[in-house]
């Protein structure tokens, strides 16, 4: 109201500097005039209430002088609401911007509450450092932790830096971060579309009803097509049990399409696909689907698995919501949790001692794998591996290959065997009986 009525130049009705003149004085006239204007902008930003009770007043000082005896009293309900709500105010999910605007809406109107202090000494100006002082530590006890950097930068500096300085290096920094994370995003979307586009290799030929290929690529070491001379398995060596049961593969390299072949054509299956194909896989294990029950079926079908180290035996489960080990050495890092357990298919419960992340290979890395040491082996969550990594799977009549997306190199070997996956590492190869 202040600061309308000093734009207007009415400020002098209401406090005092102007009087009333007589009725017989030629400026009362437009005295009277200017201070029923001042009159009825004041009933215009009361309620209607209160318009009642200041009705009669006959000039505008008389308004406000009734007004402010009832209304400029301090509220200390509203102070106490405005200090709690300033401490335990916090960025969150607000931008550095909002986050700043609500600390100074508060800080504004608190300010109105205080005394106006006159001097010309110069204590206003130390009172006005401590003040800023203030408004900085509240500023950045409020911030989220990804300014923690910056944060312990400004409060090294000596004297500390204004409010406005303070808010504009987090605004830079907020405006640095929002770079870096635009530019990693860009970057991995530009692998992924690469990564797509190096697995579109075949199209559908209805002429024939074969996928053939695009591109005809030319191993320049063993003359084959469908692979070039870094791929060639000749060179990098073949993947394990290539030369199973001593009979010809012909299905050596991945793209190979040959129209008089009987070769294996390596399909790209969707998670959606994946999970249809293990739950025809899982139809055949027997009624009791207890895990530590499936753990010791699988001791009794491999005869001749060297399982001296069960903490490199990992079993498929297309239906595990997460990866489970059982041996704690593994792990890296560790994070042990309490009272905390897993609802088996068979409706039991078994606890879960703790979580962390475990490296099975230098290209499979397993995130928030659930430590249960009553298990005898480990479960690879097919869904949870497709969808944290850059993995397809490549199905033939006796295995399972992983392989890397963008280079398809092969990556591990999984064997069904009476309904159970059990996946085999380069490192660490299994001996099935035949």
Not at 81 to 101: A, E, F, I, P, W
Not at 186 to 203: G, P, W
Not at 286 to 295: C, G, H, R, V
Request: glycine residues 4%; proline residues 4%; aromatic residues 10%.
């Amino acid at each position: 109201m202040h600061v309308a009525l000093t734009v207007k130049n009415k400020l002098s009705f209401i406090d005092g500097t102007l009087p009333k003149p007589d009725i017989e004085d030629p400026t009362f006239v437009p005295w009277n005039r200017e201070n029923n204007v001042v009159i009825s902008w004041i009933y215009n930003s009361v309620s209607k209430e209160i318009i009642t009770s200041i009705l009669f007043a006959t000039t505008a000082k008389e308004n406000w002088d009734d007004l402010k005896t009832r209304f400029s009293r301090k509220n200390g309900p509203r102070i106490f609401h405005l200090k709690r709500q300033l401490m335990s105010l916090q960025q969150g999910s607000d931008d550095v911007s909002t986050y700043y605007t609500k600390l100074k809406s508060i800080w504004e109107e608190l300010a109105g509450y205080k005394p106006n202090f006159q001097c010309t000494c110069g204590g206003l100006e130390s009172l006005h450092k401590h003040t800023q002082s203030e408004y900085v530590m509240s500023f950045l006890m409020g911030l989220n932790d990804s300014f923690s950097q910056i944060r312990g930068q400004i409060l090294l500096s000596d004297p500390l830096p204004s409010i406005g300085n303070v808010f504009s290096l987090i605004l830079q920094e907020e405006t640095q971060k929002e770079i870096a994370v635009t530019h990693a995003t860009s970057a991995h979307s530009d692998d992924m579309a690469f990564a797509v586009n190096q697995c579109s290799k075949t199209n559908f030929d209805n002429n024939k009803g074969k996928f053939v290929k695009k591109d005809r690529l030319k191993c320049a070491h063993c003359e084959m097509f469908g692979h070039t001379k870094d791929k060639c398995y000749k060179l990098v060596g073949y993947p394990p049990n290539y030369f199973k049961n001593r009979q010809p593969q012909v299905v050596n390299q991945v793209d190979i399409s040959h129209e008089s072949s009987t070769s294996n054509t390596a399909l790209n299956l969707t998670p959606a696909q994946c999970q249809q194909l293990m739950t025809l896989l899982n139809n055949q294990i027997q009624s009791d689907n207890n895990l530590n029950a499936i753990a010791t079926n699988v001791t009794g079908i491999c005869m001749n698995v060297d399982f001296s180290d069960k903490n490199h035996t990992w079993i498929i489960d297309s239906g595990a919501t997460s990866h489970i080990c059982c041996s704690k050495t593994l792990y890296n890092p560790y994070s042990p949790l309490v009272n905390s357990h897993v609802l088996l298919p068979n409706s039991t419960k078994v606890q879960v001692k703790g979580i962390g992340s475990i490296k099975l290979s230098d290209e499979i890395f397993l995130h928030n794998v659930l430590h249960i040491p009553t298990f005898r082996f480990n479960l690879l969550s097919l869904l949870t591996l497709i969808n944290e990594n850059c993995f397809r799977f490549v199905f033939e009549p006796n295995s399972f290959i992983l392989q890397d997306l963008k280079t398809l190199r092969t990556i591990g070997i999984a064997r069904p065997h009476q309904g159970l996956l059990l996946f085999e590492f380069p490192k660490f190869f299994f001996k099935f009986c035949l």
